[in-house]
Every structure is written in C-alpha cells, then in structure tokens.
C-alpha cells in the first residue's frame, strides 16, 4: 500500500470514465460493473471531487444520466463532461454548420445549431447509423467543401456492451479521414481542452487530478499528456495486449480500487 | 506531337483501368465515357498489346465483361487482370479461410474456397453491404484472431458513379485497420505484384507499358513504382485538387487521347 499512496500523494480530484469503468452499455441499458457504485458512492463521501468525463455520443447527457441513476449510481448531470456540449460551443464560436452524422438519441443537443448549408461534418458514435448511405452523404458535403472541415466526437476505436465489443466513431472518422484526404478535428478525449475545461469545472490543476478509465489511449494517455494522472482499470474494453498500463496493476481489477484512496 | 512520340517511345503495350475511364458505373449499368468505345477498338486494331487492369470488385469478372460488351466494348473475360481471382490464389497458397465482406455480386468468385472457422477476414467494395453490424462483424472477427489478417480487394479511396462520387474499399479498409491496430495487405491496385501480373499476362516488361488510369495513387502511382509509365485521364474520379498528374495534360481531356498512338 505505500507504493499506492505515494503514487496517489497531493491527489484531490478523481475523474471517471463511465462506459467500461462504471457500466457496461447494451440494448437493454447495460449493466453496472461489479463494485462500481458502491465506489462511486464511497468516492462521494470521500473528501476527493468527483467528475464524470465521458465520450458518451450516442446518449444525450440527460438521458446517460437517468440510466446511470436508476442503475444505481449517485450522479447528476452538471458533474458531467461530454464531447456535445463542448462541439456545440465550437461550431457557436467558429461560425460552424454542420451536417449531423450522429445517433438519434444525441440529436438532441444539437437543436439549437444551425444546421442549413451545412459547412461542416460533425461525427459521433451513430452505430446503425453509420449505414453505407450516410457515411456516402458525408463524404459527399466534405468533397464538395473547399475547405473540409470534419469534427469527431472522440476518436475510440471500439467499446465493450454486453453483446461484446463494438466499433466506436474511431475507425469512421479514419474512413472519412482517408476518403477525403484531411484531419479531423477531435472533441473529446484525448482531446487536451476537453481534460481541461473538466479540470476548470473541478477547481483542480492537472497534478491534483486522477483519471480512471479502461481506454489506454483516450482515458490514460490523454489525461497523461496533460499531466494528469492516468489508472486503467481492466474492466470494459480492456484487454491485456492492447498495451501496457499506466500504473502497475493493483491486485484486483475493479474501480473499486478506489475503495483504498 | 513530338513531346508525346519521345514520352510513348518502346510502348508495346496498353494498361487501361476500367471504371472512370472507359464508363462510369451507375445503378442503371452506367454509361460510356464519350469516346472509350472508339478508343478500345482502335487500340486493338494497332499493333499495341492491350488489357484490362481493374480493381472491380463489386461485379464477377463475367458480369463486368458482359455489361461493357453490352455498352459496345471489345473486351473478353480473359483480357481482364482483377482482384478477386488473385485474392483466391493467395488464400489457396496461404491456407486461410475468410469471413467474407464483398458485395453479393462478386461472391460466386469465391465459391471454391472454403469459409468455415475463418482465420481472416476479406474486404472488397461492399456498398450498401457495409452496414454497421456487417463491419462490426467483421471487427470482432478480426478481434477474435491471435494474428488478425486482413486482405482488401484495392485501397481505392472512392469512384464515380453516374449519381456522384461514391466511397470505394479503402476508407473502409482503414476503419478496420484503426479498429484493430493491423495493417492490410492489399490485392489489386497498387499492389506491384498486381501490375507484374498483368504485365506477365501480356509477355511484357515493365519499360514497355504504359497504365491508362483515373487514379493518381492506384493507376498512376502503382504503376510508376514498378516502372511503368502512367497516363492520368481527366474523367471518372479525376478531380483537379486531387495532385499533380504523372504527365503534362493533353489538349484534351478524353481516354480518346490514346487515339494519337
């Protein structure tokens, strides 16, 4: 245990993944991960601040967070960060339009966007609606833009629901990526303005911060590059071969680990 | 004149891509490009060699032959180099067993090979095929596989339709790619042993061809990085901003050109 409260000295803020940390996603709604809201609880009643940072794009964070509630867990919406919010802001500020590529259940956080003559792509995780069709209409607006613009709501490359693992909006946005020749533009993790408009939200500079999550590159290292740092739990899409982990491995895998802070 | 005789000096023989520059391909069969018809038949009446090196894989090479005979072109089904054929070769010499994500159109090319307890998965231009669950499934195929391998008929990046520009294998190829942290190998175009093949077909080398393509990366740049000569056509997918042509434009913009031969 010493080794863990060094590791874990000056730390004043944890912030939680939720899809693979806290709950496994599926058709039915999910289901909580063994120990987790129980750790979240545990984490509250802590003297620790708690946010939730999130790539949920296919849920509004209303919606996530009604989920999340009656499974159980003790959250509520403003200790959410999310990657629609955050696009929404940008589109505002840069004078944006944009063609939705999106889940319907997240179409809602769009609806005060202008959406007319789009001027760019907005990507999330659309699951069945990233059909051959709406990938194509995509495609087509970015190649008639003269300057393309294509923004990605993360850039996962998959998630685990409890039917098994899933492709995430990672591999779209590297299909449009290479169709149109460009670069997306990512909101969200590992994004380091959306770690640090989390942060701004805490009150919490970077080396005060943990951030749990099961995703190697948009949990651990994004949150590393910022100076946060970085716990993968071995839950959701974990998986030992995807790469080393942040921090050596606590003796059991679960966030209730956070049991010990 | 003379600059074209100089660049076309020691060319026995004719690579002519297919969609794009002889038609473009269309839900109603597609249409002639103005001129190819013309242009085919004077090629075969010179003393040129001439084939056909598609990266089609929507259509068996049967029903591609059938359909551009149908639109008036002097083409027989051995004439054609394609990535089907070839791909079966490989899974024959390598003992692999696909999943198959192909177009129904060009299934029948596979039937003699055995799909049981896949130990790889094969991508070609899916269409509307590519759905979600279809790439999802192929995802998790990959996932499944202690060594993933993953074999795409062509990287093209997109192709025109008579309805507009349509996505092609590649951006899909590089969704699975991303999804799964693998690299595929690519069958067809502009695979350099596609090129020898073709050129082994026709008896000839490499200074003594030249490729006829709409493509600057798969006709074009293939073709030159295995010594061949290559001629960009400013039809089908040729688009200005697409990068510099290999050659000085000609005064017109037609397959028509190989009519100064």
Redesign the interface.
């Known amino acids: 245990m010493a080794a863990w409260t060094q590791r874990l000295a000056g730390v004043r803020g944890v912030l939680l993944d939720i899809s693979g940390v806290l709950y496994d996603s599926g058709a039915d709604g999910g289901v909580p991960i063994a120990g987790s809201v129980e750790a979240v609880a545990r984490l509250k009643q802590s003297q620790l601040k708690v946010r939730f940072c999130t790539n949920e794009s296919q849920k509004s964070r209303g919606v996530l967070v009604g989920l999340l509630r009656r499974l159980g867990f003790d959250i509520s919406e403003g200790e959410v960060t999310a990657p629609a919010p955050a696009t929404c802001q940008l589109l505002r500020e840069r004078g944006l339009r944009p063609h939705l590529l999106v889940h319907d259940g997240i179409r809602s956080e769009f609806d005060e966007i202008d959406t007319s003559n789009p001027n760019c792509v907005v990507i999330a995780d ?8 709406n ?2 209409k995509a ?2 607006v970015l ?1 008639e833009l003269e300057n393309p613009v294509l923004i990605s709501l993360g850039r996962g ?2 998630y685990k629901e409890t039917s ?5 909006v ?3 946005m ?8 460009i670069k997306a533009e990512v909101v969200g993790k590992p994004s380091p303005e959306f770690f640090k408009s989390a942060l701004h939200e805490m009150g919490l500079e970077a080396h005060q911060a943990i951030m749990i999550g099961d995703d190697i590159v948009g949990d651990i290292g994004g949150a590393q590059r910022c100076g946060i740092r970085g716990l993968q739990v071995r839950t959701g899409k974990f998986r030992s071969v995807s790469g080393c982990i942040a921090s050596p491995p606590p003796t059991k895998s679960r966030v209730g680990h956070v049991f010990c802070f």
Do not use: H, I
């Open positions: 659309a699951v069945d609606d990233f059909s051959y069709q990938m194509n495609f087509q190649m490359r998959y098994g693992l899933m492709l995430d990672g591999p779209y590297k299909a449009l990526e290479y169709a149109c020749g």
